[in-house]
């Protein structure tokens, strides 16, 4: 079936780096745009980053602009997120996203991955 | 603050229509599609309303959206249970070149 699965998630000290990954299955990876979105716990949701499906147009909120690296490898139907300097106000869940329909619209997203950041 | 503004609660008997408010600018709304996620608690997103007013497959029709101008709605009718939930409006910002959301609204179901 289709479905997006992220991993990489865990404790990391302020400053740390961490690698996220989505792994996609059960439709053509190559041909969907991608985005990562995070939740901060009992906050709402927060855009993150966007990649096209040959990876050749990226966006980044600003929050994260500069730290954090949005990638993809479509012969291994994988989306990947390097996070870098981090903060606490990183804390979250991560969700990976397949841009499915007009609009921008995401109509798979995975379970999520928690990131804590803290000392 | 978030970009788009939501109201934070809306509420309803079972069987009423309940309308959810996401007020926008010319660089977000008014320049580009809507979409809608359904969140049950400690569950992903859903994707509830795409480009302002399509359902995709399997959503009741219960629930429709629309669009005017800088606004958008999302709009449940014959409001059921299942549908106690949080609601994010969300679009492209041109101004931003990013994706803004909406702070999310918590529906209830008296």
């Known amino acids: 079936q289709v479905q997006l699965v992220e991993s990489g998630g865990g404790l990391v000290k302020p400053g740390g780096s961490l690698r996220l990954s989505c792994a996609a299955s059960?439709?053509?990876?190559?041909?969907?745009?991608m985005r990562w979105i995070r939740q901060a716990p009992g906050k709402g949701l927060e855009w993150v980053s966007y990649?096209?499906?040959?990876?050749?147009?990226?966006y980044y909120a600003d929050s994260v602009k500069g730290r954090f690296t949005i990638s993809r490898d479509n012969a291994k139907n994988s989306l990947y997120l390097q996070m870098s300097s981090l903060r606490a106000e990183d804390t979250a869940v991560y969700y990976c996203?397949?841009?499915?329909?007009?609009?921008?619209?995401?109509?798979?997203w995975g379970q999520g991955t928690m990131v804590t950041v803290s000392s | 603050q978030s970009v788009l503004t939501q109201p934070p609660s809306a509420s309803g008997t079972p069987g009423q229509r309940v309308t959810i408010s996401c007020s926008g600018s010319?660089?977000?709304?008014?320049?580009?599609?809507v979409n809608w996620y359904q969140q049950l608690p400690g569950t992903a997103p859903k994707l509830l309303i795409f480009?302002?007013?399509q359902r995709p497959s399997g959503v009741p029709d219960r629930f429709s959206g629309s669009k005017s101008g800088t606004s958008a709605s999302l709009a449940i009718s014959g409001l059921q249970s299942e549908d106690e939930a949080d609601y994010y409006c969300?679009?492209?910002?041109?101004?931003?070149?990013?994706?803004?959301f909406g702070g999310g609204t918590k529906v209830t179901v008296l």
């Open positions: 996203a397949r841009e499915g329909l007009s609009g921008g619209a995401c109509d798979i």
């Open positions: 059960g439709f053509t990876f190559s041909d969907y745009y």
């Open positions: 990649i096209s499906s040959s990876g050749s147009t990226i």
């Open positions: 010319s660089s977000n709304i008014g320049s580009n599609s």
């Open positions: 480009s302002n007013n």
């Open positions: 969300t679009t492209w910002d041109d101004s931003l070149s990013g994706q803004v």
